[in-house]
């Protein structure tokens, strides 16, 4: 398939431009103390810019112009990063993990409803048993006293609510598995 004569000048104009100042855009690039691959990608998208720039009205692209876009790039990144830390700072420093985008706190918020959903629908001594048990640290001895019920009756109950708990949120193992995953990275 033949190409148009002026789709081959705007890529050999490109092209042109890429091989003389593409290095040099990253060595700048690199002087506002960024990593070699955010480097990398602003000087990519400033030859994006480029490349459609030339689409719109072929003309001259001046080196003046290639160097702008590139510290304007990087200025932009370096405002969007600062913007993000003290997003995070606030939201950190607010303990509030509503305003978070952290893919974690989300996992763990939906965790924390299927768990609590789970042991609602518990009988309420088995409930009862179950959370003084595994949240209080308190021995089947002392729920046994607080309860007025024997010690075998709250080991009974805490052991069918521990099963009927595992029964109930093994369909949730890909929920666990994944905040398992993201908050061990």
């Known amino acids: 398939m ?3 004569s002026g789709f081959k000048k705007v890529e050999e104009v490109f092209d042109a431009l890429y091989a003389r100042y593409a290095k040099g855009l990253l060595v700048y690039a690199r002087e506002f103390s960024l990593s070699q691959e955010e ?11 480029v490349w459609e720039k030339l689409h719109r009205s ?3 692209i001046e080196r003046s112009y290639l160097f702008k876009a590139a510290r304007n790039g990087c200025l932009n990144y370096i405002e969007h990063l600062k913007v993000r830390s003290r997003f995070q700072e606030e939201t950190l420093r607010s303990g509030s993990p509503q305003g978070a ?6 996992v763990a918020d939906e965790l924390k409803s299927i768990i609590q959903n789970a042991i609602d629908k518990l009988p309420p ?3 009862e048993a179950f959370l003084l048990n595994k949240f209080q640290n308190m021995s089947y001895a002392e729920i046994a006293a607080k309860l007025e ?3 075998r009756t709250v080991e009974k109950h805490v052991e069918v609510a521990s099963k009927a708990l595992r029964e109930e949120l093994f369909r949730y193992l ?3 598995f994944t905040a398992y995953l993201l908050l061990n990275r």
């Open 58 to 60: 072929p003309g001259l």
């Open 2 to 4: 033949a190409r148009s």
């Open 39 to 49: 480097a990398e990608d602003i000087i990519h998208d400033v030859f994006v810019s």
């Open 101 to 106: 985008l952290a893919p974690e706190m989300y």
């Open 149 to 151: 019920i024997s010690p």
């Open 125 to 127: 001594r088995q409930k």
């Open 174 to 176: 890909h929920v666990v």
